[in-house]
T-cell receptor
Framework: QQQVKQSPQSLIVQKGGIPIINCAYENTAFDYFPWYQQFPGKGPALLIAIRPDVSEKKEGRFTISFNKSAKQFSLHIMDSQPGDSATYFCAALAGGTSYGKLTFGQGTILTVHP | KAGVTQTPRYLIKTRGQQVTLSCSPISGHRSVSWYQQTPGQGLQFLFEYFSETQRNKGNFPGRFSGRQFSNSRSEMNVSTLELGDSALYLC????????????????FGAGSRLTVL
C-alpha cells in the first residue's frame, strides 16, 4: 500500500516532443505529490508538486495532471529539449506523522534527441 | 542561499568497517531526512530528524543510525558495513518535514557515494 508505481522505465523522444510519465498509488493518506529531476552525479531536484485537491498544475514547460479517483498522476514536459535528458522520479508523502518520508517511484530515464 | 551540503562526496570502505556521513541543511531548516539510493531498490527512506529527535524511521536494520545536533546538522552512521550497503546516501532538508509548496519542500543534497569492497 506504500508503493508508488512509475512507468515507463525509460523514454526516448525527439526535441520538441512531449514525454509523459505516469505514476499510480494506493495509499489514500498521501496528500503531497512532488516530481524530482536527477542528473548524473547530482541529488534529486524538485521540479513541480501538487496536492490532490488540484487536477492540474503548470510551471513553465512542466505540467502535472492529477486524477484523485483513479489515484494516478502524470508529468508532461512540453517542447522537450536535450537538456531535459535526466531521470525523473514521482513521489508521494502522507500527512500526519510521515515526517520527511517521501515514497518514490522507480524512476524514468528520459532521453531527448536533438 | 546555500543548499544542502553533504560530506564526504565519495568514500571507499571495506566490509566490517563503519562509516559516518554528514549533512548540513539549508539555513533555517530544522528537518533532515536521509535516503539510500541504489540501482535495484531506488530511493528508500532511512529516517528523519527534527530538533534533535528522530520522528520517523524506515525499514532498515539497526546498523543504520543517525543523529541531529542543536544547529540542525545531521550525521548518519552505518556500522559493520556489508557489500549491499554500497549506495548513494542522500540527505534532504525542509522547514518541518511535512512537505508543502514553497520553503517547506524537501531539498536534497548531492549525496555521499559509498563503495564497500
Amino acid at each position: 500500500q506504500q508503493q508508488v508505481k512509475q512507468s515507463p522505465q525509460s523514454l526516448i523522444v525527439q526535441k520538441g516532443g512531449i514525454p509523459i510519465i505516469n505514476c499510480a498509488y494506493e495509499n489514500t493518506a498521501f496528500d503531497y505529490f512532488p516530481w524530482y529531476q536527477q542528473f548524473p552525479g547530482k541529488g534529486p531536484a524538485l521540479l513541480i508538486a501538487i496536492r490532490p485537491d488540484v487536477s492540474e498544475k503548470k510551471e513553465g514547460r512542466f505540467t502535472i495532471s492529477f486524477n484523485k479517483s483513479a489515484k494516478q498522476f502524470s508529468l508532461h514536459i512540453m517542447d522537450s529539449q536535450p537538456g531535459d535528458s535526466a531521470t525523473y522520479f514521482c513521489a508521494a508523502l502522507a500527512g500526519g506523522t510521515s515526517y520527511g518520508k517521501l515514497t518514490f517511484g522507480q524512476g524514468t530515464i528520459l532521453t531527448v534527441h536533438p | 542561499k546555500a543548499g544542502v551540503t553533504q560530506t564526504p562526496r565519495y568514500l571507499i570502505k571495506t566490509r566490517g568497517q563503519q562509516v559516518t556521513l554528514s549533512c548540513s541543511p539549508i539555513s533555517g531548516h530544522r528537518s533532515v531526512s536521509w535516503y539510500q539510493q541504489t540501482p535495484g531498490q531506488g530511493l528508500q527512506f532511512l529516517f528523519e530528524y527534527f530538533s534533535e529527535t528522530q520522528r520517523n524511521k524506515g525499514n532498515f536494520p539497526g546498523r543504520f543510525s543517525g543523529r541531529q545536533f542543536s544547529n540542525s546538522r545531521s550525521e548518519m552512521n552505518v556500522s559493520t558495513l556489508e557489500l549491499g550497503d554500497s549506495a548513494l546516501y542522500l540527505c534532504a532538508s525542509s522547514l518541518n518535514g511535512q512537505g508543502a509548496p514553497g520553503a517547506n519542500v524537501l531539498t536534497f543534497g548531492a549525496g555521499s557515494r559509498l563503495t564497500v569492497l
